[in-house]
């Protein structure tokens, strides 16, 4: 008996090729995310290697045209398919909390075009394009960092912690790593400082939020029921909000310099203070997460767009370690941040590589199909 051969047409996983826009959720902005923090993070390790620059330009390129076609898909998502749009918002606890990925993926693609953009489209218009996705990706981050939570608290059903409900409440924390570098374009005084401390606010308001997270997302982790295998990459977004905010310190304290010069040398020394520790604890988690996921792949576990979960939050650990060592001048942190960016460009790679076979089959417009598999096998009886 024959079995039958699998469609390899182009989009041949779906009835008609207009299907590929009716499940298409906010969480493929986790592959500009990707994108974006492999050009960001090659502008900040502090190494000079040929050819480093202009891969992170061509990159960044890569990740700005992939927002705006994708953004352009969701609203075409929007227009012909709401229903669909307003379950995976309003009903659906599991896509819902990927409205965090819009706004990172606009912040992220902002801060590339303003460190990388102006040899390509102009120092004025770079700096304008960051303004605007930096104005709209943090009004966004923080409605999804209120909205999301609310809406698990009064309307949804969202079963046990997992790490992508730190999603919402980590986008906050890139508006606040990120906004800095506006500040010397912005008028001298109150503008400048109004900037700084605001990120500070942005940075408290995540981390907080964090904070509550955690420990739920932990019990869930080490003594709750098991997780299906699928989501087994998502315990790298732990890392998030660690990188995230030791990027955030970094660069609010190179920047305190010029918004708020009586405040610089505390901004500097609570940067070092928080940000070694923090970045220690990311550095014995993301050990904890690739042992996971290094099981879970010699079990079998296939490709998922979760398989992005490793590119962004171990890229926030490149620009953190990449920040500290510039500013506190260890070469141990050169190192780590080098090691860590390696492992990022072939994360990014693999996944990159998997989302285009899958996209162009068409598998990855369907709708998610839960996997019983656990993360870990269940004690017998």
């Not at 394009?129 to 981050?141: E, H, I, P, S």
């Not at 970094?250 to 070092?272: E, K, M, S």
């Amino acid at each position: 008996m024959s079995l039958p051969t699998p469609n390899r047409a182009l989009l041949g996983a779906l009835d008609r090729p207009t299907e590929a826009f009716r499940h298409l959720g906010p969480n493929w902005y986790a592959a500009v995310m990707g994108t974006s923090i492999v050009a960001n993070g090659a502008n900040a390790l502090p190494v000079d290697v040929p050819g480093l620059h202009a891969f992170a330009v061509v990159v960044w390129a890569g990740s700005l045209l992939m927002l705006l076609a994708l953004m352009a898909a969701r609203a075409v998502h929007f227009v012909r398919h709401a229903d669909v749009a307003r379950f995976q918002l309003l009903d659906n606890p599991a896509t819902a909390v990927f409205y965090g990925c819009p706004p990172m993926a606009m912040l992220a693609v902002g801060y590339g075009t303003l460190m990388l953009g102006p040899e390509v489209i102009g120092t004025q218009a770079a700096i304008a394009l960051d303004a605007v996705l930096w104005t709209l990706g943090t009004l966004y981050a923080v409605l999804a960092a209120a909205g999301v939570p609310y809406l698990m608290i009064t309307r949804h059903d969202p079963g046990p912690a997992n790490p992508t409900w730190l999603l919402p409440v980590v986008a906050p924390m890139v508006a606040a790593a990120l906004g800095p570098a506006l500040v010397p374009h912005l008028p001298e005084g109150q503008a400048r400082a109004t900037m700084l401390f605001g990120c500070y606010g942005l940075f408290g308001a995540s981390l907080l939020a964090t904070l509550v997270l955690l420990p739920g997302i932990w019990s869930r982790l080490a003594g709750g029921p098991s997780s299906p295998v699928a989501l087994t990459p998502t315990l790298f977004l732990v890392l998030g909000p660690l990188g995230q905010s030791t990027t955030a310190v970094v660069q609010i304290a190179n920047a305190a310099g010029q918004a708020a010069p009586g405040y610089a040398a505390a901004a500097r020394a609570f940067a070092v203070l928080y940000g070694a520790p923090v970045m220690g604890f990311a550095l014995l988690w993301l050990v904890i997460a690739a042992t996971a996921n290094l099981r879970a792949l010699r079990g079998g576990m296939p490709f998922a767009m979760t398989w992005w979960a490793f590119t962004f939050p171990v890229g926030t650990c490149v620009t953190g370690a990449s920040g500290l060592s510039r500013i506190t001048g260890l070469d141990a942190l050169t190192d780590v941040a080098v090691l860590l960016y390696l492992l990022l460009v072939a994360a990014w790679a693999v996944a990159g590589v998997q989302t285009v076979r899958g996209a162009l089959s068409g598998r990855l417009f369907l709708p998610a199909v839960p996997r019983p598999a656990p993360l870990r096998p269940v004690p017998a009886a």
